[in-house]
Structure formats: structure tokens, C-alpha cells
């Protein structure tokens, strides 16, 4: 095993988790909140991939020939727009059933799911569409010979430079502004910060608009790197995430990105040294080995019941 090799494995990880950071983020987010599990979460993610190449399009007609403008451009629309699909799942999916049977809620999310998938599928086509690149070339490390280097894509620093941003911005935005504070007060006992004055629908619709947000900066920074998509990359990307989120521990949001980075090691190594067609067995393999160790995650907090 080579130093160069490892190494690039390791960038590779660390790049793949920080989108499943990034998108986990929304499911442990909605978790924390309401206890449920937001099932239609991946779909927000493919969504931001098809309006990426759509904004990005429309850039181009118009003229744009700045990559790093159009970047930003396509990055405030696409978060725009995904945020309103993401109060649109709460407002039709979770609010109506909120105080129904536990069960309800995930079924309607499963079907807004398929309904989003459905959508994109008549309206964009079922194959895989994709867009050119922007983010050419990158940076060579360690190169000792000229067969062994690693190298790190333009895009691969944009994607981890994205997602640690991010992450710093939504935890200045819980831990110091006024709407923060009332979806801590919201996560740990919903009825009392109700008693208080908190507008929990208000609070409750912020988190799912929040993680959307997140989904699409994942969507916009995936797109640009591989620069193919279909309506079924929401599934795999979502499962995966979904793992990661558990994995760190549901509801905590360093977990979210802890549990991220950590699949997406595992993933880039297995793959690198073992076998590729395997390397989604083996990450569930390493879901199940920390959940019974350690069935909290690896930063949840277990439990307590109240009596």
C-alpha cells in the first residue's frame, strides 16, 4: 500500500462525506425537532441537481462568462427554490398529520417522495442528463515521482470548503440568533416552548426550509463535480445520508457531519483497497457495528425517559 494512494483515498472520502454530511444534516435536523424522519429529503436533494444545470443554463444564454460569479449565482437560486420545496413537504406532508398516528406522517412522506420523483421524471426525462464542466483542473500534493501524486480537483476544494462554511454558518445561526434558540427550546420539549410563546409550526416549518438548504448546497456542489444526475440519484444519495445520520448519532448536528465524513472514508477506502461492488455492504456493515455498541451513534445522546 502507497503513501500516494492512501492519501488520495482519503481526499476522495473526505469529499464524498462532506455531501453526505451536508444532506444528512436535514434528516437529523427534522428528527431532533419532531422525532420524525423526513422520507422525501433525498428528492429536495435531486431537485437542486436538475435546477443547478437549469440555472446554469439559463446563465449561459444571457451571457454570464465568470465561473466563480455563476457559481454564486446558481447557488442563492438553487438554495431559494429548494427551501420552497422543503416548507412545501412540511406544509402538505407533516403539519396536516401531526397529531395523527406516528405511522402517517412517514407513509405521506414516502408518497410525496414518489410523487417528486414522478415529477421530475415526465417533466426533465428519465435519462441521465448533464452539464459541462466549469471547474477545470486542480492541485498536484506529495508528487515524489511523476506516477505518484495526489490529486485534488478545483471542485473537490470547493465541495469541502462549501460544506465546512456551511456547517459553521447554520451553527452560528442555532447558537446565536433569536430562531435558533427557539428550535433548541422546540427540540427539548415541544409542549413547553408552546406554553412560552415559541411558534412551533413557524419553528418546525424553518428546520425542514433549513435542511433543504443544505440539500441543495450538496446538489449544486455534487452536479458541478460529476456533472451527471438522473430523478433517481435522490434515492441512493438519501439511504446514504440517512446512514450517516444515524451513524453520528440522529439529532446531533456535528454527528450529522462526523457520521458523513466517516462513511464516506469507509466507502473511499473499501473501495480503493478491497472491492467496489461491496462497498455499500460494508458500509451498513459498519452502521450495524456501531449501533450495537453503541446505539446512540457515535455523538448521540441516549434517550432518558421521563416519568
Known amino acids: 500500500m502507497t503513501g500516494h494512494i492512501l492519501a488520495q483515498q482519503a481526499v476522495n472520502g473526505l469529499v464524498l462525506g462532506s455531501v453526505y454530511g451536508l444532506i444528512a444534516v436535514g434528516y437529523t435536523m427534522v428528527y431532533g425537532i419532531i422525532g ?11 431537485i437542486a441537481a436538475y435546477l443547478t444545470a437549469i ?18 449565482l446558481v447557488l442563492a437560486a438553487t438554495i431559494t427554490f429548494t427551501a420552497l420545496y422543503g416548507w412545501s413537504v412540511e406544509r402538505i406532508a ?10 402517517a406522517p412517514l407513509i405521506s412522506a414516502i408518497g410525496i417522495s414518489l410523487i417528486l420523483q414522478n415529477y421530475v421524471r415526465l417533466s426533465q426525462g428519465a435519462r441521465t442528463q448533464g452539464i459541462p464542466s466549469i471547474l477545470d483542473g486542480g492541485v498536484h500534493l506529495f508528487a515524489s515521482t511523476p506516477d505518484a501524486f495526489v490529486r485534488i480537483t478545483h471542485a473537490q476544494i470547493l465541495i469541502v470548503v462549501t460544506a465546512l462554511i456551511s456547517m459553521l454558518l447554520l451553527h452560528f445561526f442555532i447558537a446565536r440568533t433569536a430562531m435558533g434558540r427557539a428550535c433548541r ?14 411558534n412551533t409550526d413557524r419553528v418546525i416549518a424553518t428546520v425542514f426550509v433549513l435542511g433543504a438548504g443544505m440539500a441543495a448546497v450538496a446538489g449544486v456542489l ?20 440517512f446512514t450517516a445520520a444515524v451513524l453520528g448519532g440522529i439529532g446531533s448536528l456535528p454527528g450529522a457531519m462526523l457520521g458523513g465524513v466517516v462513511l464516506g472514508l469507509a466507502e ?19 452502521l450495524v457495528l456501531v449501533l450495537i455498541f453503541k446505539p ?12
Request: hydrophobic letters at 50%.
Open 36 to 46: 420524525m424522519i423526513n422520507f422525501a429529503h433525498g428528492e429536495i436533494y435531486m
Open 55 to 72: 440555472f446554469l443554463a439559463g446563465l449561459t444564454l444571457l451571457g454570464l462568462q465568470s465561473p466563480p460569479l455563476a457559481i454564486l
Open 94 to 103: 407533516y403539519r396536516p398529520l401531526r397529531h395523527s398516528n406516528r405511522l
Open 185 to 198: 427550546a422546540v427540540q427539548q420539549d415541544r409542549v413547553m416552548a408552546s406554553l412560552l410563546g415559541v
Open 222 to 241: 455534487v452536479t458541478l463535480n460529476y456533472g451527471s444526475f438522473d430523478f433517481f440519484i435522490g434515492f441512493v444519495a438519501g439511504i446514504k445520508a
Open 268 to 286: 473511499s477506502f473499501f473501495s480503493g483497497f478491497v472491492n467496489t461492488d461491496y462497498k455499500d455492504v460494508f458500509a451498513f456493515s459498519l
Open 296 to 307: 446512540s451513534g457515535l455523538l448521540g445522546v441516549p434517550e432518558v425517559e421521563k416519568v
